[in-house]
């Protein structure tokens, strides 16, 4: 009897996330791409928008970098690993061309990247 029970309480669990997860994961993404554009527009206000166009295109072209680097071999083709490999090409990009920007507003130049890559893709 009293397995009855956990099978049917087990099915009420997964049936409940089945319903519940989709929701807060479609909020959560709509949250996580107000907090970037946010961002992104702060660090365009910062550096102009001449500098800002470059620093996009820089950040994707870490992404793509990153992601090519994980593909074959060279680093570990895990998230962390690549994000922490597209921010040091990003930042040696950057200090050639004489463009200072903080870490954090670095992080988000990528994140953006990201969500681009991904939306594109």
Known sequence: MDTVYWEILEQIIVIAIGVILPPVLALLTVYANRITNALVARIEG?????????????AEEAVRAAEQMGLSDKIENVGEEKKRFALRY????????????????????????????????
């Open 46 to 58: 910062e550096i102009g928008a001449k500098n800002f166009e470059l620093l996009r295109s820089m």
């Open 90 to 121: 990003l930042q040696d990009r950057l200090d050639a061309s004489g463009i200072k920007i903080d870490i954090n507003e670095l992080d988000a130049a990528i994140e953006a990247a990201v969500q681009k890559a991904f939306n594109d893709n």
